[in-house]
């Protein structure tokens, strides 16, 4: 009988643990869209921020989150946030997406001075994988997304571990509009370097995937 009551009392402050705690998750992904929302001109800065002035705000409520859950691993906590804006703050969500189209931006600038024939030149005297990839890359800066996603399938056929060529697939199936495609290939980034920010593209594209 005195068991019976002991399990009873220790499944009850589980659950009220439990409630305790997706409490302050609720509140602080509210807490944090909110700051997200009354920025005006994101940046770089912009996520550092609201973190800040978010944590500060529930420092306590964090560390009472951290002493009755066993979920004290920071990165699958930072996971579990990330995904949870990615699904339910709109500003969080246009804020990855401006961020990853100023990292597109960027990538094809870097190619503008670059003719293709010099690479082509570069990979007949090397023949390393890597200049083939800056090939496959011109192509897909300059927009020959098909001639680009035919080297870079060629090149995951032979080492299909080659995380820049799956990151750089998912980045041009992005563009062409095949979320399921790219998704597929940030799950692969993200399982084989842990980089949470693909775990973040994965979910931007399966909520692209339901809207559709």
């Not at 062409?176 to 597929?184: F, I, P, R």
Request: hydrophobic share 30%; with cysteine; aromatic share 12%.
């Amino acid at each position: 009988m005195k068991k019976k009551l002991l399990l009873g009392i220790l499944f009850s402050i589980s659950i009220s643990s439990k409630i305790k705690a997706q409490d302050f998750l609720q509140k602080l992904d509210k807490e944090f869209c909110i700051c997200l929302s009354s920025k005006t001109n994101y940046t770089d800065e912009t996520f550092k921020t609201c973190s800040y002035e978010v944590m500060s705000k529930l420092q306590k409520d964090l560390e009472n989150y951290h002493k009755t859950t066993a979920n004290k691993n920071r990165d699958d906590f930072m996971k579990g946030f990330l995904v949870r804006l990615i699904n339910n703050c709109d500003p969080f969500f246009i804020h990855m997406s401006d961020f990853k189209k100023k990292q597109m931006d960027n990538f094809r600038n870097n190619y503008k001075e670059t003719s293709i024939d010099s690479l082509k030149n570069k990979f007949t005297d090397t023949k390393l994988l890597t200049d083939y990839l800056e090939m496959a890359n011109w192509y897909f800066a300059n927009n020959k997304n098909e001639e680009a996603e035919r080297m870079y399938k060629e090149i995951l056929k032979n080492e299909p571990d080659q995380m820049e060529a799956t990151n750089m697939l998912g980045l041009l199936y992005d563009e062409l509009g095949k979320y399921q495609e790219a998704k597929v290939s940030y799950d692969k980034v993200y399982k084989n370097t842990g980089d949470i920010q693909y775990k973040v593209y994965s979910e931007m594209d399966l909520k692209r995937i339901k809207q559709k």
